[in-house]
């Protein structure tokens, strides 16, 4: 398992591979697959609760799928995202840090934002819980961004995002996930920060990915323009489904070695014993 020293030592060594996973199997599979950071995000509201946007998520939400995730990979690194207004000040992150990293065995917490969350990442480090920044487009501000766009594309948004991620490295951040920006940018944040910048939707110059398990190996029905399936398990899922419909359909499911038996012996038995 990768430690958040390790995680900061990679930066400049080789690119660090994050997935979101939100249960047992999901993070199963990440394990196995060798994947080194698992990220239980709040993205499970759309992917898996069926909301429209992260804000509805709770921190009971956020761990009872990270307890799973980590159940499932107890051997890789998991970080849990803070979910929406779980840290607007210190006690209150302090108090969720603490359950969050008690009740899920995770090995970190990811907070949205920058210069405006640096007492919060003060205090939660300070109480050995490790910390991810997340700068870009954070979804937890998704109404006053006005939609899901691309950020940092002016000269004040630039230097403001350039400022933010400096603040996190220097206050103890094990990295900062980069999402929605333009590349050069990532790549400019990437070369002037000490620790690892983690990219989605944030081009290739910067120090590792994170994809949404979902979209990384075909399960969403619809795919942002950062994102490419590596799978495409949701078809697959559909014509296996298909399959076994037109196999019980057809009386060909379950077939005799899928099925039960009694012996001859047994079943004259009961047929003679048994009473109407």
């Known amino acids: 398992m990768i430690t958040a020293p390790e995680l900061r030592a990679l930066k400049g060594q080789r690119p660090s ?14 394990e196995e697959s060798g994947i080194d950071v698992i990220l239980v995000g709040d993205s499970l509201g759309m992917t898996t609760m069926g909301y429209d946007t992260t804000i509805p998520v709770t921190l009971q939400d956020m761990i ?8 499932g990979a107890p051997h890789t690194m998991m970080i849990v995202d803070f979910p929406f207004s779980t840290y607007a ?3 209150t992150a302090l108090r969720n840090g ?20 640096i007492p919060v990442v003060d205090a939660l480090i300070k109480e050995k ?16 961004m006005g939609g899901y766009k691309v950020q940092a594309k002016t000269l004040v948004a630039i230097e403001r995002l350039i400022q933010d991620a400096r603040e996190l490295s220097d206050h103890g951040v094990s990295a900062i996930v980069l999402e929605g920006i333009p590349d050069r940018v990532a790549a400019f944040v990437t070369d002037h920060v000490d620790v690892p910048t ?8 910067v ?18 323009k950062f994102a490419r399936p590596f799978a495409h398990i949701r078809d697959d899922m559909i014509h296996g489904l298909q399959d076994y419909r037109n196999a019980v359909l057809h009386k060909s499911f379950p077939n005799d070695a899928e099925t039960y038996h009694i ?8 047929l003679t014993e048994y009473k109407n």
């Open 64 to 71: 009872h799928h990270a307890a799973m995730a980590r159940r």
């Open 198 to 205: 983690i990219g989605i939707g944030a081009g290739s110059h």
């Open 17 to 30: 591979v994050w997935i979101t996973a939100y249960d047992v199997v999901q993070a199963q599979v990440a």
């Open 98 to 117: 603490a359950r969050v990293m008690q009740k899920t065995l995770a090995n970190g917490v990811k907070l949205e934002g920058g210069h405006d969350i």
């Open 207 to 224: 120090d590792g990915q994170v994809l949404v398990f979902h979209d990384c190996l075909g399960l969403s029905p619809n795919l942002p």
């Open 129 to 144: 819980i490790p910390v991810v920044g997340h700068l870009g487009l954070t979804p937890q501000s998704i109404h006053t």
């Open 89 to 91: 000040d210190v006690p």
């Open 263 to 270: 012996s001859d012996r047994e079943w004259e038995h009961f």
